[in-house]
């Protein structure tokens, strides 16, 4: 990997960056690869990653429609914890904050994952009897949390409307001091320009538009650059999910909305950690530059559209008011939705298709980039031996024949 002294990185200023080199090749597509990858995203380059660096398959493509990152990746709002409430659940989720706390080591990319902690509001009695239980649940999977009341939320968030006759009163939070927020898209750099190094080929500007298949097995990819053959394709494509499967012949029980967030001006730091109401339906961090992050609930109307609706937009805004009212006169810079895929129990599929080499990693919803390095590793796994890794068994497609699900309404945090 290159490196730069002082004097070349002065060099490179004065002369425009002509001189950096690309963190990834501009690959050409082949006519065919051990395994595709269809996504860019965090999830499909972490896929790729840990296919070359742990299986040793470096015969691996990675197709992006647009540009990496620029999907769901790009548009989230980087909150990292593992706080979910079943065992299954708290497995997938604590393997991937494991490696998030070892990625900008592992990567030698600088991904800005800050431990500041999250803190999940209760309102009501009921909120406060299933933080206990899901704080509970946390510590016997060995993942930290702490049940706070009024007053340790008030600690940590000094200006916090506390008061009594709110609308929603907060009478507590369950708060993991281990979770907090990186930056998203040096998360799909980094992944991206690791798998290059280590021989991945990464397609961007090239769409999948069909799966091919004879006598019920994949055999390739039909693209906006011509057909391209693999042994086994993974389809990790957040919001998109039933449009793949379509072209595959087969039907996820999955719906896509939009879910939408916004930016505030810059502030002085006011906010070290990360506050989320499920109630209220709102949440907010500050970034590293200073602006409030926000967002809230997906929005009820199904689409591939990626903004929202004005009156969810209202409504989170007010909660954000009636929550810190000092944030009353602030000022919003960007606005912007991205599609999550929503199943109906909150958690993601990851697994076999009824097309034998065809695997999807899907359905994470409004809650997937926390999970991005562990979704990446047993996707990994899955595709290089055929099977799931013993952590996405439990995420299979058949768990909607099944009825093993695995509910995470109450974790997700995000209305849906
Ligand atoms: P993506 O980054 O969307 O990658 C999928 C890629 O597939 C895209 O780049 C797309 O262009 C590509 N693609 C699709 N179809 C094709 C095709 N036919 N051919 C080729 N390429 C194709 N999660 C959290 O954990 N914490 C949060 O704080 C959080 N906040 C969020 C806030 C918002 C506003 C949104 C929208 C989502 C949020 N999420 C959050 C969810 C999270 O963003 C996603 O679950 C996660 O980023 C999914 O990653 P991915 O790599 O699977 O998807
Ligand atoms: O899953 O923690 C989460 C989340 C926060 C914002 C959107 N999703």
Known sequence: MQKYSIMSLARQALNGHRGWQPAWREAEPKRRYQVIVIGGGGHGLATAYYLARVHGITDVAVIEKGWIGGGNTGRNTTIVRSNYLWDASAALYEKSLQLWEGLSQDLNYNVMFSQRGVLNL????????DIRRRVNANRLNGIDGEVLDTQGVKRLVPFINTSPDARYPVLGAS???RAGIARHDAVAWAYARAADA??????ENCEVTGIRRDSGRVTGVETSRGLIEADRVGAVVSGHAGVLADMAGFRLPLESHPLQALVSEPLKPILDTVVMSNAVHVYVSQSDKGELVIGAGIDAYTGYGNRGSFRTLEEFLAALIEL??????????RHWGGIVDTAPDASPIIGRTPVDGLFFNVGWGTGGFKATPGSGWVFAHTLATGQPHDINAPFSLERFHSGALVDEHGAAAVAH
């Open 122 to 129: 209760g309102h009501t009695l009921q909120d406060m009897r």
């Open 175 to 177: 708060w993991q001091p």
């Open 198 to 203: 280590l021989g991945v080929d990464i397609i």
């Open 324 to 333: 810190y009212p000092i944030f009353s006169r602030l000022r919003m810079l």
